[in-house]
């Protein structure tokens, strides 16, 4: 039905595609300006909406950096409650910086956190505020382009590559098919561990990528579920455990089929992606968690919807419930030392030409 409906508001892909048409040439003509800062600049992209792996692409970075550089994270903080730029503090929540910015807060303690719509403006409130700064992520900033970033990577998941999308409101498209063009790297994001390099080749031939541009893939590697209330304890997934879903993210097709092939039991409780929970909400998944018959069960949620469910911490440790995240990483698969060079060496040569 959802399908049927996105099929009916094609014109208004049409028009949303003229729009989109329209400001990224008046980039490309120069008539708006874009800057560049002196100070290397990741961006981590896609073409699409949600679900592509940003958040663990600007992990796999940070993990990548953090012991050469001082590193900073700018992103958008979409769906927070407040305005403005911010950096994080250490009693800041997922309402003030968004709960992806929130995430990377929590797991990385060397890194700077900021939140800022107006990227220029944001850059300038980081550099001032953190002039120790040697290498800002942009976080889904592909179609800012008022900021130009010395490296640019986009994302495709491997089970929708942008060659095979449309633009929203039918497809999930955001920005032009040919917009991948102004990418440095390509990363095929969700795929197959045992992904075939025939079927590998093929994606490649469709992408299309010229010739200054490099081509990876990557899977997601899930680590040890830990309760979000008390991260030392963990506990192992296995078949003779039923599982509660409750997550509000983009895409969840990666974390449902980790599931079934584990041969997990699950049921899930689905939220819009961001989605700020409710109190009654949340009596609702205890009241369903309670009606589940097995012995061993546990509720299992994503590292960005704990960062939300934190909000309500003093009525979950009253409810008692076994809530548990469960992490992921991003893997580059084959030749992952070749993207790390590919960055590191980049970064070296911003700031060489700066010197």
């Known amino acids: 039905m959802l ?44 073409l699409s909406v949600g679900g592509t792996g940003k958040t663990p692409m600007v992990e796999y970075l940070i993990r990548l950096l953090q012991d050469e550089y001082e590193v900073a994270m700018l992103s958008r903080g979409y769906r927070r409650r407040t305005k403005g730029f911010l950096i994080a503090q250490p009693d800041s929540t997922a309402a003030d910086i968004g709960d992806e910015p929130m995430q990377l807060h929590h797991k990385f303690d060397k890194l700077t956190v900021s939140v800022g719509a107006d990227r220029v403006m944001s850059t300038i409130g980081l550099m001032g505020i953190r002039p120790e700064t040697e290498v800002i992520l942009l976080d889904d900033a592909f179609q800012h382009r008022a900021i130009r970033p010395h490296l640019q990577i986009v994302l495709t998941p491997c089970y929708q590559l942008f060659v095979d999308d449309w633009y929203l409101p039918t497809g999930d498209l955001r920005d032009l098919k040919s917009s991948y063009r102004r990418a440095d790297v390509l990363v095929v994001t969700k795929c197959a561990t045992d992904l075939p390099n025939p079927e590998k ?27 979000f209330l008390n991260p030392t304890e963990t506990v192992s997934l296995s078949a ?96 992952g030392a070749d993207f790390d060079r590919l960055v590191k060496a980049k970064i070296l040569e911003v700031k060489n030409n700066d010197d």
């Open 3 to 46: 399908r049927f409906i996105r099929y009916l508001l094609f014109p208004f892909a049409l028009l949303y595609l003229a729009i989109v048409y329209v400001r990224n040439k008046l980039y490309d003509k120069r008539i708006l300006k874009s800057v560049q800062f002196d100070v290397p600049m990741i961006g981590v992209g896609n």
């Open 201 to 227: 080749v093929s994606i490649v031939e469709r992408l299309k990528p010229l010739p200054h541009q490099k081509v990876f893939f990557s899977h997601i590697q899930y680590g040890l579920p830990y309760d």
């Open 240 to 335: 003779d455990m039923s599982v509660l879903l409750v997550c509000g993210i983009a895409n969840s097709k990666s974390l449902v089929e980790y599931l079934k092939n584990l041969g997990i039991t699950w049921q899930r409780i689905p939220f819009a992606d961001h989605h700020y929970f409710k109190e009654k909400e949340l009596e609702r998944v205890a009241t369903t968690f309670e009606k589940m018959t097995a012995s061993n069960k546990i509720i299992l949620t994503t590292e960005k919807d704990s960062m939300r469910l934190l909000l309500h911490e003093d009525f979950l440790r009253q409810k008692g419930l076994p809530i548990y995240c469960l992490p992921i990483e991003m893997g580059i698969q084959e030749n």
